[in-house]
């Protein structure tokens, strides 16, 4: 008999334990089945009214990632946590919970049941517990410690979202669809109520994640093509890209007269590396580059300067486009570029133009010119980055000529005309300089017979007397012996004389310089001696005249001296 209790009670225990979790199942499954439905509207409705849902899929993992950590809260609050394993102590209390009758009889008999081999309780009290507790409870349904009528209200709920999700299914079933790929990260777009087909630039189709080259500082006309509804203006959204934000205020893009699907606008004088969508009523494009290509950037450049062989100097190098460089001098321009060259064109004056050398790699330039003449030059670039061969032009530089001067000479000695005997030896002291370098030196001189019946003079008579050998100055000593050179000398005859240098440049006109002109006078020993005896005095009072200055000067110096010390 106790026995029979014991199995009555402890079954009616377990059908409830069953029961309740049957109740926790089915309330955890509608109560997330709410949760699930529910998060696919908010879904729609963030996805496509806040975020608008149209161009890129950038939120829809993100947004079925959220949806997956509430829904697994979801279960576990409202489902999972609630499951605890068979407790016939626990279930009793439940049941006692329900029924305040038993005053706590079937506890007492459930923890006797479950230390039956261990109590020290007499049998006959245990057994009297039992008995009490199979009469109290003979009546009362176990069951009862859940409520179905929960249940039947989640189900109410839940069918009524299940009813406004299905209707919402049917009347926007591509919206939903659309939803439900953007939450797997497929990046497709809702229907719209006007669709935009195709966006242009220049006649050429757009394509996500190709830019449109651009040459710098060019306009580009921007068409879209639309479908289905029509409306009075695009909007063009435009930034430099790299930039965090997009304007606040779009560009309008008018329907072109004869295509109201059709819609325009001109980008002008684009600069920098650009981003820009189209948005046409509720549809947006995507987002296109505009790649902004720039004059070829010039990373160094030098020139070479290799001198005609008039200049001793060894070839020099300058960093500079613009310099002076000496009259035929040839320019070897070498430049080296950051970005790729096709070819260049280097136009000199209004009507030269020279054809510069690319390396394979296009980032190497070279040519070269003579510098004949003082002229300007500027180039002409077409850029091997972008395959589309724009064309730049630049500033221009100067390359400006130094024209090669005449030498200069200086007849120092003798510094005055004189006369002289047949037998005179005439030392010719003289110095000559040049910009570049001194060529040959050459005495010149003329003879005007003075007893002949013909006046006139004779041809001049060159003799070269010296080489400068290229240097820039130098000074030089001849004795001119004047027997040796003019025959039959005689007295009254002339002889006008001077010095002439010349420098290296070449040409059929040398470049030639003439010191001032010297004349001799060809007298008789007497005359000459008579002269030279007057010029010794005059020398001599001229050292005189000095000397007396110089000791009137010093003498003067001496009285400031004391007169100073007087004064102290």
Same mark, same amino acid.
């Given at each position: ?21 049957? !109740? ?111 009469? %109290? ?27 406004? !999700? ?49 040459? !710098? ?89 290799? !001198? ?31 970005? %790729? ?21 296009? %980032? ?23 395959? %589309? ?180």
């Amino acid at each position: 008999m106790q026995e029979g209790y014991q199995l009555n009670i402890d079954d009616k225990l377990k059908e409830a334990w069953s029961n309740e979790r049957r !109740f926790i199942h089915t309330r955890g499954l509608v109560r997330s089945l709410i949760w699930i439905v529910s998060l696919i509207i908010t879904d729609l409705i963030v996805d496509l009214l806040i975020w608008k849902g149209i161009g890129d899929n950038r939120y829809g993992l993100g947004l079925m990632v959220i949806n997956i950590g509430i829904i697994a809260f979801v279960i576990y609050r409202e489902w999972f946590r609630y499951l605890k394993p068979y407790n016939a102590v626990r279930t009793a209390l439940q049941v006692e919970s329900k029924n305040p009758k038993l005053s706590s009889i079937l506890i007492t008999y459930t923890e006797l049941s479950a230390a039956d081999s261990t109590s020290n309780t007499s049998e006959e009290i245990v057994q009297a517990i039992k008995e009490k507790a199979n009469e %109290k409870t003979e009546s009362i349904n176990f069951q009862e410690i859940v409520s179905w009528d929960q249940i039947y209200r989640v189900f109410a709920i839940s069918a009524t979202i299940i009813i406004v !999700f299905a209707g919402i299914s049917v009347k926007w079933d591509e919206q939903v669809g659309t939803l439900l790929k953007r939450l797997r990260g497929v990046n497709v777009n809702y229907p719209t109520q006007t669709i935009i087909e195709k966006v242009h630039v220049e006649g050429q189709e757009m394509k996500a994640g190709e830019s449109f080259k651009v040459k !710098f500082g060019e306009s580009l006309n921007i068409t879209v093509f639309t479908d289905l509804k029509t409306v009075p203006q695009g909007k063009l959204y435009v930034r430099t890209k790299g930039s965090e934000k997009w304007p606040s205020i779009p560009q309008d893009m008018d329907p072109l007269a004869n295509d109201k699907l059709t819609y325009e606008r001109v980008l002008k004088d684009i600069t920098e590396d650009t981003e820009f969508y189209v948005r046409v009523n509720d549809d947006k494009g995507q987002v296109y580059d505009i790649q902004v290509i720039k004059s070829p950037n010039i990373k160094s450049y030098q020139i070479e300067q290799i !001198f005609p062989d008039y200049i001793t100097k060894d070839p020099e190098t300058v960093s500079e486009l613009t310099l002076d460089t000496p009259q035929d001098t040839t320019l070897k321009w070498k430049i080296t570029t950051q970005t %790729k060259v096709k070819a260049m064109q280097v136009r000199v004056g209004e009507d030269e133009t020279i054809d510069a050398e690319i390396s394979q790699g296009g %980032k190497l330039i070279t040519f070269s010119r003579k510098a004949d003449k003082a002229f300007n030059y500027a180039f002409q670039w077409i850029e091997g980055e972008s395959g %589309k061969d724009f064309e730049y032009g630049d500033v221009r530089n100067n390359i400006r000529v130094i024209d090669d001067t005449l030498p200069e000479v200086q007849l120092i000695a003798p510094s005055s005309d004189g006369f002289a005997t047949d037998k005179k030896i005439v030392n010719l002291n003289y110095k000559g300089t040049d910009d570049y370098g001194l060529g040959k030196a050459h005495l010149i001189y003329t003879i005007k017979r003075g007893d002949r019946e013909s006046d006139g003079e004779s041809e001049n008579t060159k003799k070269e007397i010296h080489d400068f050998e290229g240097k820039s100055s130098g000074a030089n000593m001849y004795e001119w012996k004047i027997s040796d050179h003019i025959k039959e000398l005689k007295p009254g005859d002339q002889i006008l004389y001077q010095i002439e240098v010349e420098d290296l440049f070449p040409g059929e006109k040398k470049h030639v310089r003439q010191s001032v002109a010297r004349k001799i006078s060809i007298v008789t020993p007497e005359r000459y001696l008579q002269w030279y005896r007057a010029e010794l005095a005059s020398q001599q009072d001229e050292i005189k005249r000095a000397r007396d200055s110089e000791e009137t000067a010093s003498t003067q110096v001496k009285q400031l001296i004391e007169q100073e010390s007087e004064e102290k």
